[in-house]
């Protein structure tokens, strides 16, 4: 069982930048390939991005390529978020998610989510 908690979130103006944070429980965290998710107003949730158990490979959606950038520190049982140059379609719940599989990827169905935390991006 792993639990996700996600923190970071919150009001930025357009032009701005968020790092979003995933703390997650129990000693097996790099066993888990972990992604970040995203649910708009009246949207179904999409993939963010993803990142290998180890972090040595990283995939993100057209959309934030070049914008936000996923990391992890497997020491620390984190994995990150940097959101720069944030723009008001940014705007939405975030949520951490962890998986059995290599990595995470747009239709991978992750084992175990987090709670979620807004990011409100202002125009």
């Known amino acids: 069982q792993v639990q996700l908690v996600e923190s970071g979130g919150g009001l930025v103006q357009a032009g701005g930048s968020l790092r979003l944070s995933c703390a997650a429980s129990?000693?097996?965290?790099?066993?888990?390939?972990m992604g970040w998710f995203r649910q708009a107003p009246g949207k179904e949730r999409v993939y963010v991005a993803g990142?290998?158990?180890?972090?040595?490979?990283?995939l993100y959606a057209d959309s934030v390529k070049g914008q936000f950038t996923i990391s992890r520190d497997n020491a620390k049982n984190t994995v990150y978020l940097q959101m720069d140059s944030l723009k008001p379609e940014d705007t939405a719940i975030y949520y951490c998610?962890?998986?059995?599989?290599?990595?995470?990827?747009?239709?991978?169905?992750?084992?175990?989510w987090g709670q979620g935390t807004q990011v409100t991006v202002s125009s």
């Open positions: 990142i290998s158990r180890s972090g040595g490979g990283t």
């Open positions: 998610a962890a998986s059995v599989q290599p990595t995470v990827v747009r239709t991978t169905t992750p084992n175990y």
């Open positions: 129990g000693r097996t965290f790099s066993s888990y390939a």
